[in-house]
């Protein structure tokens, strides 16, 4: 027994999402590109090994290029399983990423601060600005000083290029987000 073609096997996924996109039947684009409809079938059943006549025919009844029509298909998202970014830990307190892909000049981190606990804050570059949201506990945080204590939807904006910290004095975790916008060199 033969394995699949993987290029039979990709013009038939590309030609199966992109007719349902389109909320068309495989009669309808068949009658379209000029085809039987017993070929757009066998097409979309990923065995045929299309001539480019029929490659060149199926990809102006979709309205694409032939290279699109070939060409591995394109992602419409991807999924990332809960404990796949990475995660660290500054003492007690656990930080992880948010975002898979990087943000030049961004940063977007989770804090979970256990109870009775404190991190000290890394300052940033001159210039920064740092958002800080609470998500659930108390989150208490101390700037240049300067005190507050957040509860669920309180937002800090402050310079993060200063002297920061975070804590947590209550009885329960707290957890808040943390925006890091970066100031870009001059």
Partial sequence: ????????????????????ARALTQQQLAKLAGLPRATWQHLESGGANPTVSVLHKVALALQISVEELISPPRAACRFYAAGTLPVK??????IAR?????????????????????????????????????????????????????????VVVFRGDQKHGYSNAGAKAAVGYSVVLLATGT
């Fill in 1 to 20: 027994m033969s394995s699949p073609d993987p290029l039979g096997e990709r013009i038939a996924a590309n030609i199966r999402e992109l007719r349902a």
């Fill in 89 to 94: 830990s500054r003492g007690p307190v656990t």
């Fill in 98 to 154: 948010l975002l898979p892909d990087a943000i030049p000049g961004v940063m977007i981190e989770r804090m979970e601060l256990p109870p009775r606990s404190a991190m000290a804050g890394v300052p940033h570059t001159d210039g920064t600005r740092e958002y800080l949201t609470c998500e659930s506990g108390e989150l208490g945080l101390t700037v240049a000083g300067e005190k507050w204590t957040l509860r669920r939807g309180d």
